[in-house]
C-alpha cells in the first residue's frame, strides 16, 4: 500500500525518500488557519485537517498530513507573506531561542485509522546584522519562520535541541509509530 503525502513541501518528500517509506503526492487545498492558541494544538489540528480533506477523496488509502510552525517570544509564526514579513520574522528571531513544533497526523478511512500527534524541538539562532537578516528575507517565503534549517548556506540555525526532522517539517519518529499502528508495510 502506497502512502498519500497531502503536502507539496520538497522538504517532507525527501525524509520520506531517505526513510525508504514509499509515497505519492496529493496536495491538501485547505485553508491553513485554527481557533486554537497553542502551537502543539495549531499543528495538529492543521495536520489533521490536511489529511482528512485528501482522505475523504482517497478513502482507501493512507494519508499522511504534517503542519509545522515556530513559536517566538509569545507569537505563532507561520510562512512570511512577503518580504518585509519575512524580515519581521527574522528580525523578531534574531539571537533567539525558538520552539519549532510540528504536527502529524495518519488518516485511512477505508480501516477506521485516525492518528494524530506532535513534536517540539528548540533552535537557537546567530545574532545577524540587518544586512545579513535582509539578504536571508529573500530565500524562505515558504517555510514557516522564513529560515531554512536543512539548507547548508542558511546561517540562522545555530543549535538544535531536539530533533531534527521535526524542525524540517515532519516528526519521522510519528511517521513511523503511526505506519506500524495503521499496520502498513510501504517498503
Known sequence: MTLILASKSPRRRELLKQAG???????????ENSAY???????????????????????????????????????VLGKPVNHKDALRLLRLQNGSWQAVHTGVALIWLEKGVF?????????????????????LAYKHHDKAGAYAVQDTDDIFVEKIEGRFDTVVGLSMNLVRKFIKKAGLCTK
Open 21 to 31: 517509506i514509499k509515497y505519492r503526492v496529493i496536495p491538501s487545498d485547505i485553508e
Open 37 to 75: 492558541k497553542r502551537p502543539a494544538l495549531i499543528v495538529r489540528e492543521l495536520a489533521y485537517k490536511k489529511a482528512l480533506s485528501v482522505a475523504l477523496r482517497h478513502p482507501g488509502s493512507p494519508v499522511l498530513g504534517s503542519d509545522t510552525l515556530v513559536y517566538c517570544k509569545g507569537q
Open 115 to 135: 492518528l494524530a500527534g506532535n513534536e517540539v524541538s528548540r533552535c537557537r539562532t546567530r545574532k545577524l546584522t540587518q544586512a545579513e537578516l535582509h539578504d
